[in-house]
Structure formats: C-alpha cells, structure tokens
Nanobody, 122 residues
Framework: VQLVESGGGLVQAGGSLRLSCAAS????????MAWYRQGPGKQRELVAA???????KYADSVNGRFTISRDNAKNTVYLQMNSLKPEDTAVYYC?????????????????WGQGTQVTVSS
C-alpha cells in the first residue's frame, strides 16, 4: 500500500486548505483512514479519521473547522481545513489500517504517507 499526500502549503490565519491522500497498491486491505499531524517539538496526534462506512472522528481542537471525507471510487481521502490557526502548523500525515475501528494511537496504523507541510502564519 502506498499513500501519497498533497495540498499542503503556507496560508494566513483564517484561511483554508484542502489536503488529499491517494492510495494505491493493496487498497482492499485498508478500511480506516486517518489524518495525523506532528508540530515542532510535539507528539504525533490524531486530527481526524474515517471508516469505510463513513463514520468519522475528530480531535477536539479541529472539530467544527476540519472535515474528513473519502472517495472510494478514487481511493482518495480528503481533509478540508477551514478557519486555520497558527497552532495548526504541522506536518500532516495520511494513515491507513485494515480494521474498521479507529484505533487509539498512531502506532495502530499500518500504512503511512510521507507527510505534507502545513504552515499557518499569524
């Protein structure tokens, strides 16, 4: 399985970005997809997750501002980020796992992309 993120960049506070994650390879082995992020000097944290059935989970810090979605026909997961804040600055990673369950930690995800940088200026 290969995951490739795109869509990161530099944006001013209050702006929006849309991240994409394209999956290829043995994609039948992926049920749950997620976006994680890791800011400077911080631990990797869950941003949002989505099951193959469309159930979603969000971190409290992004709930109401970010939306995760997936297009199974295109094997792509998206993260729409609105009302961005400087504290959203991080490398954003796409992740996948075979289980339908969201998982409680990043190490429960088997597949990872290379990451895309998101920088929000104040």
């Amino acid at each position: 399985v290969q995951l490739v993120e795109s869509g990161g960049g530099l944006v001013q506070a209050g702006g929006s970005l849309r991240l994409s994650c394209a999956a290829s390879g043995s994609i039948f082995s992926i049920n749950t997809m997620a976006w994680y992020r890791q800011g400077p000097g911080k631990q990797r944290e869950l941003v949002a997750a989505i099951s193959s059935g469309g159930n979603t989970k969000y971190a409290d810090s992004v709930n109401g501002r970010f939306t995760i979605s997936r297009d199974n026909a295109k094997n792509t997961v998206y993260l729409q980020m609105n009302s961005l804040k400087p504290e959203d600055t991080a490398v954003y990673y796409c992740a996948g796992r075979p289980s339908e369950q969201f998982g409680s930690s990043w190490f429960e995800y088997s597949y990872w992309g290379q990451g895309t940088q998101v920088t929000v200026s104040s």
